[in-house]
């Protein structure tokens, strides 16, 4: 499985991000997606996943804010982030839950930031 993910950026506190992570290669595999976040010297952090079933799973920080979805036709996962705060800066990276024992697959990470 590889994880194309796109769109962050630098947006003012209060603004909108989309997320979008493509799935490619052994689709079959996964069983949930979702996005985690690092900030510098921070741990990374799970912001949201969803089920193949649609069940969605967020973080309390972004939970109201941030909305998880997902085109299983294309394979493709999104995170809306909205009322953006100075504390959502970090690097968010797309990440694949897999069936069968298999790792977890993580994508490439793309920048937000938020200035206040």
């Known amino acids: 499985v590889q994880l194309q993910a796109s769109g962050g950026g630098l947006v003012q506190a209060g603004g909108s991000l989309r997320l979008s992570c493509v799935a490619s290669g052994s689709i079959v595999s996964i069983k949930a997606m979702g996005w985690y976040r690092q900030a510098p010297e921070r741990q990374r952090e799970l912001v949201a996943t969803?089920?193949?079933?649609?069940?969605?799973n967020y973080a309390d920080s972004v939970r109201g804010r941030f909305t998880i979805s997902r085109d299983n036709a294309k394979n493709t996962v999104f995170l809306q982030m909205n009322s953006l705060k100075s504390e959502d800066t970090a690097i968010y990276y797309c990440n694949a839950e897999r069936r069968w024992g298999m790792s977890q697959m993580w994508g490439q990470g793309t920048q937000v930031t938020v200035s206040s």
């Open positions: 969803v089920t193949n079933e649609g069940s969605t």
